[in-house]
């Protein structure tokens, strides 16, 4: 089992859909989480952090269950653009500092 | 505002041969971070580097080695290099081992071995 996972996808939804992406930790020492997203042959870009309290940056909201281990994307009025692979990304800090990936989930928004 | 940079952007090597990536991270970033990222795969983590000292070290094979420099700057040395090496390779970099610390990729170093 992967130590971060998300549902691989591909979500296939129309231009202004609200579609949201769960991702599950395993490692209890895993402290900071990201989501990235990656267009396809190019590096991981920054999306957004996911703050305990949970934030929201425009259309875009990240929710942190610590809990339950388990992050959260919604993405709301989905635009074309949107289309990529978002990956949830992170932080173990226990004997060593790494950042680890999950898979990613593949979003593509049609007209 | 400054990225981190990667050199050469693509490189094609025969197998056996051997290879040298680049990494300049964001100015003032201590820690160094070496992803491998083969064909519809997720990032895999190969090293990583904070204050030019290894901090960790994850699925890199015994024919790839890397450092961490003086400025800063990481170079991944691949040897023997395999059909399989063929991947694109990320740095990414990061300002501090704190909270909530993100950390930024380069544009990557597309690998192709023939």
């Known amino acids: 089992r992967k130590e971060v996972e998300q549902d691989p996808g591909p979500f296939n939804v129309p231009e202004g859909a609200t579609v949201a992406f769960n991702c599950t930790y395993s490692?209890?020492?895993?402290?900071?989480f990201f989501w990235y997203r990656q267009d396809c042959r190019k590096e991981p870009k920054l999306l957004m952090s996911?703050?305990?309290s949970g934030n929201e940056d425009g259309r875009f909201t990240a929710q942190l269950n610590r809990a339950s281990q388990y992050i959260s994307l919604l993405i709301r009025d989905s635009k074309l653009s949107d289309s990529a692979t978002y990956l949830c990304?992170?932080?173990?800090?226990?004997?060593?500092?790494?950042?680890?990936f999950g898979s990613g989930t593949r979003l593509l928004v049609r007209p | 505002a400054a990225g981190v940079i990667q050199s050469p952007r693509h490189l094609i090597k025969e197998k056996r041969e051997t290879a040298t990536l680049k990494c300049y991270p964001i100015?003032?970033?201590?820690?160094v971070y070496w992803y491998q990222q083969g064909p519809g795969q997720d990032p895999q983590f190969l090293i990583s580097?904070?204050?030019?000292?290894?901090?960790d070290k994850g699925s890199i094979p015994d024919r790839f080695s890397a450092q961490q420099f003086s400025d800063y700057h990481s170079e991944l040395n691949m040897s023997s290099l395999e059909l399989g090496d063929s991947a694109l390779y990320f740095c990414?970099?990061?300002?501090?081992?704190?909270?909530?610390?993100?950390?930024?990729f380069g544009q990557g170093t597309r690998l192709t071995v023939v």
């Open positions: 580097f904070y204050e030019k000292m290894q901090s």
């Open positions: 100015p003032r970033h201590d820690t």
């Open positions: 990304v992170v932080i173990r800090m226990d004997s060593s500092y790494k950042l680890i």
């Open positions: 996911v703050y305990s």
């Open positions: 490692n209890s020492a895993s402290q900071s």
């Open positions: 990414a970099s990061s300002p501090h081992r704190g909270r909530y610390t993100e950390a930024f």
